[in-house]
């Protein structure tokens, strides 16, 4: 919806309806769900003897835990904040080796 104001330019109104917040809502609880079965997929795979080296595997399942470290509570890549500064402290510069 939009309106003119004081000055003729138009403006426009926000207008948050309470569908638009359920089906919001819907949709972030499908994708948590979407992400909880993707890492169980990850894990039973990794129970069963397959034709793709370990090594391989292995790739796959640190960029997957790599990935979810950085995107879990948010956009950590973009929008890179404290937890994420101390996680990456903690990977280079106070590592345990």
Same mark, same amino acid.
């Given at each position: 919806m939009s309106?003119?104001d =004081?000055?003729?330019?138009?403006?426009?109104l926000?207008?948050?309806e309470?569908?638009?917040l359920v089906?919001?809502k819907?949709?972030n609880?499908?994708?948590?769900?979407?992400?909880?079965?993707?890492?169980?997929?990850?894990?039973?795979?990794?129970l069963?003897?397959?034709v793709?080296?370990m090594p391989?595997?292995?790739?796959v399942?640190?960029?997957?835990r790599?990935m979810?470290?950085?995107?879990?509570?948010?956009d950590?890549?973009t929008?890179?904040?404290?937890?994420? =500064?101390?996680n990456?402290?903690?990977?280079?510069?106070?590592?345990?080796?």
């Amino acid at each position: 919806m939009s309106s003119l104001d =004081k000055s003729g330019s138009l403006q426009m109104l926000p207008k948050v309806e309470i569908s638009t917040l359920v089906r919001l809502k819907e949709t972030n609880r499908e994708f948590q769900k979407q992400v909880v079965d993707a890492w169980r997929d990850i894990n039973e795979e990794f129970l069963r003897p397959t034709v793709v080296p370990m090594p391989l595997l292995m790739c796959v399942l640190n960029l997957s835990r790599v990935m979810d470290v950085i995107y879990t509570g948010g956009d950590g890549y973009t929008h890179v904040g404290k937890v994420m =500064k101390n996680n990456v402290a903690s990977l280079l510069i106070h590592s345990i080796v």
